[in-house]
């Protein structure tokens, strides 16, 4: 099932981190995130979702993704089942570079997998912001050609945007594992309720519904507490429940739930 809201070579905790993505892959917990614009084609094999999370090398002027840094890994769409495999095979290209990851996220994402996604980030010792990024080759282009100058991984030449949709629950949780975490400046936080979902088997029972939500939360809160973000976030997603509403968070909650770390 997945948990959804708006949800190499690994080693140590990184492996146990991809144990719980697959024993969870099928159940999960859901968040409804802001839908794009334009669908981009899938990019995995047939039957692969429209507007899957990719991961790609980007590169800019000095200071285009914070204070000294030039480079980044842009990811951007849809968390889904697989995520964490493409995030780990950019990784692991990367021979020894501690590139920071820009997140840029939108619609019904896998927040088991966002979790994951986060813990991967800190096993490595990543940095991690949310941004949207912007490709100069991709200038006048429509969104199937953009797409296919982004699959091959980069690096391309860009700059990192506010991101909009603005960051949700989904970002959150990726952005959470980073080692050092920010958010650009005129960057908003906007955050619905979660659902579950199976994505084998769709109905699933009241009964069984509210037993997961409680299980998944839980689950988000122990991640949340090891990243050393307030659990308290959970509480404030759950207090919109599944019907869709959406607050803005007020930037002095970055802080105050450790969303953001000191400069």
Same mark, same amino acid.
């Given at each position: 099932?997945?948990?959804?809201?708006?949800?190499?070579?690994?080693? !140590?905790?990184?492996?146990?981190?991809?144990?719980?993505?697959?024993?969870?892959?099928?159940?999960?917990?859901?968040?409804?995130?802001?839908?794009?614009?334009?669908?981009?084609?899938?990019?995995?094999?047939?039957?692969?979702?429209?507007?899957?999370?990719?991961? $790609?090398?980007?590169?800019?002027?000095?200071?285009?993704?914070?204070?000294?840094?030039?480079?980044?890994?842009?990811?951007?769409? @849809?968390?889904?089942?697989?995520? $964490?495999?493409?995030?780990?095979?950019?990784?692991?290209?990367?021979?020894?570079?501690?590139?920071?990851?820009?997140?840029?996220?939108?619609?019904?994402?896998?927040?088991?997998?966002?979790?994951?996604?986060?813990?991967?980030?800190?096993?490595?010792?990543?940095?991690?912001?949310?941004?949207?990024?912007?490709?100069?080759?991709?200038? !006048?282009?429509?969104?199937?050609?953009?797409?296919?100058?982004?699959?091959?991984?980069?690096?391309?030449?860009?700059?990192?945007?506010?991101?909009?949709?603005?960051?949700?629950? @989904?970002?959150?949780?990726?952005?959470? %594992?980073?080692?050092?975490?920010?958010?650009?400046?005129?960057?908003?936080?906007?955050?619905?309720?979660?659902?579950?979902?199976?994505?084998?088997?769709?109905?699933?029972?009241?009964?069984?519904?509210?037993?997961?939500?409680?299980?998944? %939360?839980?689950? $988000?809160?122990?991640?949340?507490?090891?990243?050393?973000?307030?659990?308290?976030?959970?509480?404030?997603?759950?207090?919109?429940?599944? !019907? %869709?509403?959406?607050?803005?968070?007020?930037?002095?909650?970055?802080?105050?739930?450790?969303?953001?770390?000191?400069?």
């Amino acid at each position: 099932m997945d948990d959804r809201r708006e949800y190499g070579k690994p080693t !140590g905790r990184g492996m146990s981190s991809i144990r719980t993505i697959i024993a969870s892959c099928v159940l999960a917990l859901a968040a409804s995130g802001a839908a794009q614009a334009q669908q981009r084609p899938p990019i995995g094999v047939f039957g692969s979702p429209p507007n899957a999370m990719i991961f $790609y090398v980007a590169h800019g002027a000095a200071g285009a993704c914070g204070p000294g840094c030039s480079d980044w890994i842009a990811a951007e769409g @849809t968390v889904q089942w697989d995520s $964490y495999k493409r995030l780990i095979a950019i990784l692991d290209r990367q021979q020894g570079r501690k590139l920071p990851l820009v997140i840029h996220s939108w619609g019904e994402s896998d927040l088991n997998v966002a979790t994951s996604l986060g813990r991967i980030l800190r096993d490595r010792g990543l940095d991690a912001t949310a941004g949207a990024t912007e490709v100069e080759a991709c200038a !006048g282009k429509p969104e199937a050609e953009c797409f296919a100058l982004k699959r091959p991984g980069g690096p391309l030449d860009a700059k990192v945007m506010v991101p909009d949709p603005a960051c949700d629950f @989904t970002c959150l949780l990726v952005l959470a %594992g980073g080692v050092h975490r920010s958010l650009p400046q005129g960057a908003k936080v906007v955050l619905s309720g979660r659902f579950i979902r199976n994505r084998v088997a769709p109905n699933v029972s009241a009964e069984q519904r509210e037993s997961l939500t409680a299980h998944f %939360g839980e689950h $988000y809160r122990r991640y949340l507490h090891d990243m050393g973000v307030e659990p308290e976030l959970i509480d404030i997603v759950d207090s919109l429940g599944e !019907g %869709g509403r959406r607050i803005e968070m007020p930037s002095t909650d970055w802080a105050r739930l450790h969303l953001v770390t000191p400069p």
